[in-house]
C-alpha cells in the first residue's frame, strides 16, 4: 500500500487541527468567560486571572427559577424522546419490512412534514394546546415536540429496519412471535446501535427547542432552559450579564457532552450502519 506523502500528511494533520480549534474554542471561551466577574469580563486574556463559580451560584439563587427550568428541560426532552422512539419503532417496522400499496408515498410525506418551519405551524399548534388545556404547562410542550421528532425518527429508524436480515423475522414467525414480539424481543437488540444514535439527536433537538418554548409558556417555573438563558437580566435594564449567561451555557451543554462521550460507540455504530455490505 502507497503511503501518503509527508506534504499530505501535514495538510491533513493541519486542517484536522483547525477543525478541532474552531469547534472547541467557542465553547472553551464560554467556560473560561462563566468563571469571570466584574470588569474581568471584558478582558483580552481567554483565562481569567482570578477564577469564582459565583455566577453558577447566582443562577440557581438569582430571581429566575433557573433550576426549576433545567428540570423542565430534563423531563420534557426525556419524555419526548420516549414517546418518539416507542412510536417510531413501530411504525418503521411497518414501513421497512411490511409490503403495501402507497408505502413509498407516505414516506415521503413522513419527509415532507420533518421539513415544515416551525412558524408555518405556530398558530395551529397554539390552538391546539390550548383546545387540550396544556398552554402554559411544560408538559404539554411533548406534544408539538412530539409532532417534529417523530417524522425523523421514522424516517431513520425504518433505514435501519429495512436492513436487518429477513431470515431473522420468518424464524421468528415460525416460532409463534407476533409483531411486538418481533419488535421488542428479536429486532430492539440488533437496532441498539441506531435507536441510540437517533434518540439522542432526537433529545438534542428537543433539549434546544426554542420556538415553541417561548410562545406556549408565559409562567418562569413552566418556561424550558433556552427560553430561561435569554430571560436573564442583569441588576438594571442597561446591564447584560454575560457571566451569568455563560454559565448557564456550559450548564445547558455539559449533558449534551456527557451522553455522547458515554454512547460514543454505538452513536458510531448506528451512524455507519449499513454503510458496507457482508
Known amino acids: 500500500m502507497n503511503q501518503r506523502p509527508l506534504w499530505g500528511s501535514v495538510v491533513l494533520y ?44 447566582a443562577l440557581f439563587n438569582g430571581k429566575q427559577p433557573f433550576g426549576t427550568q433545567l428540570g423542565n428541560s430534563i423531563m420534557v426532552a426525556t419524555v419526548t424522546v420516549t414517546i418518539s422512539m416507542l412510536m417510531a419503532i413501530t411504525g418503521a417496522y411497518a414501513l421497512g419490512r411490511i409490503d403495501f400499496k402507497g408505502k413509498s408515498t407516505l414516506l415521503l410525506a413522513i419527509l415532507a412534514v420533518s421539513m415544515f418551519p416551525q412558524v408555518a405551524v405556530l398558530s395551529g399548534m397554539f390552538e391546539l394546546m390550548q383546545a387540550l388545556g ?67 439527536l432526537a433529545f438534542i433537538g428537543a433539549w434546544n427547542e426554542f420556538l415553541f418554548a417561548l410562545t ?41 457532552v456527557l451522553l455522547v462521550l458515554v454512547f460514543q460507540k454505538k452513536i458510531v455504530s448506528g451512524l455507519t450502519a449499513g454503510a458496507v455490505k457482508g
Open 134 to 200: 396544556l398552554y402554559n404547562r411544560s408538559i404539554g410542550l411533548v406534544l408539538p415536540y412530539t409532532v417534529f421528532t417523530l417524522p425523523f425518527t421514522v424516517w431513520m429508524l425504518t433505514t435501519f429496519m429495512r436492513g436487518l436480515p429477513k431470515e431473522l423475522e420468518e424464524a421468528a414467525i415460525m416460532d409463534g412471535c407476533g409483531p411486538l414480539r418481533i419488535i421488542f424481543e428479536v429486532f430492539m437488540p440488533l437496532l441498539a446501535p441506531a435507536l441510540v444514535s437517533t434518540g439522542l
Open 14 to 57: 493541519a486542517f484536522a487541527a483547525l477543525v478541532v480549534i474552531v469547534s472547541v474554542y467557542p465553547f472553551l471561551y464560554t467556560v473560561t468567560t462563566s468563571l469571570k466577574t466584574g470588569t474581568a469580563l471584558f478582558s483580552t486574556s481567554l483565562l481569567p486571572d482570578a477564577p469564582t463559580l459565583s455566577n453558577y451560584v
Open 216 to 256: 406556549f409558556m408565559t409562567d418562569d417555573f413552566q418556561r424550558t432552559v433556552p427560553v430561561g438563558i435569554s430571560m436573564i437580566s442583569g441588576a438594571t435594564a442597561y446591564e447584560i450579564p454575560w457571566g451569568s449567561i455563560m454559565a448557564a451555557s456550559v450548564i445547558v451543554t455539559v449533558p449534551l
